[in-house]
């Protein structure tokens, strides 16, 4: 009888640790928040689904800017290519989607690691594989990474990336690239200040409707 509460103590400890190791993970929190959305009333199949960081995340009016398209917005936090990888199973492949949207990889370059263009090039061919495994045929649209006055120092990177991913994505007939960074920049070369809020990281309708103009041809119908 000993011997079995030390097992029934052991479970509890290994199940308890387990669920405070999820808590800790970088964004679980907001992921737990779409699943318990899903389990209340699952998103309708054949929708545009939106993935990726906080560009999306804050974009809540999108449904506005693209009235003819049923969109389903799954973006969350100041999440990079990992976390996207990390949930994929959550916030990717449940939904059957018509057409994928997405836009990360500029996080990436800002965390604390500062990985090199390669790295982050790596990371997305890691995502794009495990969404072609899912989805062979499903279109795909990757909105490019974007100029910021508060990430200035990174414009560099980020450019070399766009371009490495644009190239990337031409070897696949179902894949598009849309290009935001040069729309977001004045005829100077520098970035434009009044499309964004207050942190120069984030947009202000402005800036969306820069966003609305380029992707729309893309969106599927």
């Known amino acids: 009888m000993k011997n079995l509460k030390w097992v029934v103590v052991v479970v509890f400890l290994f199940f308890t640790g387990i669920v405070k190791a999820q808590q800790t ?32 995340t804050f974009w809540k009016d999108v449904k506005d800017y693209f009235p003819r398209h049923k969109i389903l917005n799954r973006a969350f936090g100041g999440s990079s290519l990992p976390d996207l990888i990390r949930y994929r199973y959550e916030v990717i492949f449940p939904y059957a989607p018509k057409q994928i949207v997405m836009y990360c990889g500029e996080n990436d370059f800002a965390s604390p690691d500062a990985p090199s263009v390669e790295t982050v090039m790596d990371r997305f061919r890691i995502l794009y ?42 070897k696949d007939k179902k894949a598009k690239f849309v290009d935001v960074y040069s729309l977001m920049l004045n005829e100077d070369g520098s970035i434009m200040s009044d499309i964004f809020l207050g942190d120069n990281l984030h947009m202000n309708a402005k800036g969306y409707a820069i966003w609305k103009k380029a992707m729309q041809p893309y969106l599927k119908k």
Do not use: C
């Open 129 to 170: 594989k495990y969404i072609r495994d899912k989805y062979p045929s499903t279109p795909f649209v990757y909105v490019s990474m974007k100029p910021s006055p508060s990430r200035k120092h990174l414009q560099l990177k980020y450019k070399e990336a766009n371009e490495l991913i644009k190239q990337f994505l031409l």
């Open 25 to 56: 993970l970088p964004f679980w929190n907001d992921v737990q928040k779409f699943k318990q959305q899903d389990s209340a009333t699952f998103p309708a199949s054949n929708q545009i689904l939106f993935i990726g960081s906080s560009s999306f």
